[in-house]
């Protein structure tokens, strides 16, 4: 496939002159076009969408138009289909407790784990403990993963997938301090409590039983636990989510 | 927030009538403005962004652009941040081997599991079961999430982040098949043999010791189950995977 910045001529009014350049790279055996075109000069993407391209994607300053020349339905590779929302499930051992927040716009009178989207490169645990803290003043440490979800056509996310997160966090602080724009209440809650109100979501209630389960029996029965690899190429380390697997079974040779 | 259909006015050279109808939201109070622009119109894209608004996302036929007016930096929420991958380890229980692939373009000389990115709105299992299909020819039935694997600014994703999933599949065909285009290789390889060799990926080994681990000793040892839930408003079921909950504890009231 092409790769270019458009435009080869910096006149407006020149769909003629792409007209013939797609000609000529499908002539050539090309399967596809890509243009990369910054904002300022987005009436090429007009003319470029009259020859038939369409977007890509595009963010902030520029956008990235597609146009498929190969046999059939296009194999181009899509964008990015999901955001990701995770959420902390901060279990105070001692005691027993469960924070817990009830959301001043959405869900209304329905105890929910705090929580939010992740920003682009951050790790699931960092923004567990991130969010956890925005929202309710609380520190805390990732332990695992508890539960994944997955919803599309989300309206939250403008029609693309949501996958949703929850994961065991350890807290480190105790005091309440929760955002007041966000928030209209934030408590240390019962875990007993909140495994049986009515009041929270199916997945908050499902996700207490589960927490009340390895409270009561032993983390080890309820843990998504994290490994850390290095990446084949890059060196660099990426994160591996798993059951719990015996030394004797990861040192197999 | 404002969300109108850019142009009120349908004159390419206005972004004077624009930056008067931005002086006027801001001066309601209003914190952000969400443009949507038919591709065609694009050339308004370009007024708006020399009135500061930015991409936010585009796709096909459109795109959305935004302006904040707010005070601090945007508080926005962003676009979809993750593409999501899903491989199947497709174990023939009564042979002990398991479905291996090499890659024709990628990773060279490593056995992998089958597997490539979901397409918009498909559940996780049902593109496990896809791919392996694709890829190989085997049709197979979803039993499981292994493990999640997390990784950002991904090359094959736009510099977006990656989700990789590796679900376990029973397969009730036996006959490979191969993608002559996609895979150099495909076999049934004796999943002690995977679990050992040099000839693979990081994340490949560590799954073929984590299945190995479940096909001796049980794969409730390793399995990320999968329940149905009603989403709270829509009534919609969507797909909540964590670990096994006992009868006992999903019956709390």
């Known amino acids: 496939s092409e790769q270019r910045q458009w435009p080869c001529s910096p006149s407006p009014s020149s769909p003629c002159s792409l007209a013939g350049a797609v ?23 007009a003319a470029a969408a009259s020859q038939g391209f369409a977007f890509h994607h595009a963010e902030q300053g520029s956008s990235t138009l597609t146009l498929w020349l190969g046999e059939g339905p296009s194999r ?5 289909t999901h955001q990701l929302g995770v959420a902390g499930a901060v279990l105070d051992e001692s005691t027993g407790k469960v924070l817990v927040v009830q959301d ?7 105890w929910k784990f705090p929580g ?14 991130r969010e956890v803290f925005e929202e309710t003043g609380i520190k805390s440490e990732f332990k695992s993963i508890l539960s994944i979800r997955q919803q599309h056509k989300h309206p939250g996310a403008f029609g693309k997938s949501d996958m949703y997160i929850i994961c065991r966090l350890q807290p480190s ?22 495994a049986r109100t009515k009041h929270t979501t199916p997945i908050t209630s499902n996700v207490a039983k589960l927490l009340l389960y390895g409270y009561r029996e032993g983390f080890d029965k309820i843990d998504i636990t994290m490994r850390e690899f290095p990446a084949v190429y890059t060196g660099v380390f ?5 059951r719990e697997l015996p030394e004797s079974y990861r040192n197999i040779t």
């Open 76 to 80: 181009l590779p899509g964008y990015a």
């Open 23 to 45: 000609a000529r790279w499908q002539g050539e055996g090309r399967v596809a076009v890509w243009l990369h075109v910054p904002i300022l000069q987005s009436r090429f993407a």
């Open 104 to 110: 001043r716009n959405r869900t209304i009178n329905a």
């Open 173 to 194: 602080s105790f005091s309440i301090s929760f955002c007041q724009q966000e928030c209209l209440r934030c408590e240390w809650m019962d875990l007993n409590e909140l």
């Open 116 to 129: 939010g989207l992740s920003n682009p490169g951050e790790d699931i645990g960092d923004t567990a403990v």
């Open 238 to 242: 990426y994160k591996l989510y798993h």
